[in-house]
């Protein structure tokens, strides 16, 4: 389902910088939230940059844009 195909994309593209457009994003589940999370700390271990744009101010509360 859609949250495989995500899966398989994100993996697909790890090794490289990855900004996320997240503008069409009303609601985040967290399983979904738990794997955006995992690879922000998988993409700041390979030393490569990890965000998302667009973002509603309800989602950057999550603080995947922050350093920390």
Known sequence: G???AVLADLTARRGQD???DAGQ???LGGQCL???LSAKA?????G???S????SPDRKSTRLNSSH
């Open 2 to 4: 859609f949250f495989r």
């Open 18 to 20: 990855l900004v996320l």
């Open 25 to 27: 994003v009303s609601r």
């Open 34 to 36: 738990q794997v955006l």
């Open 42 to 46: 998988t993409w700041a271990e390979d």
């Open 48 to 50: 490569h940059d990890f």
């Open 52 to 55: 998302i744009a667009d973002a």
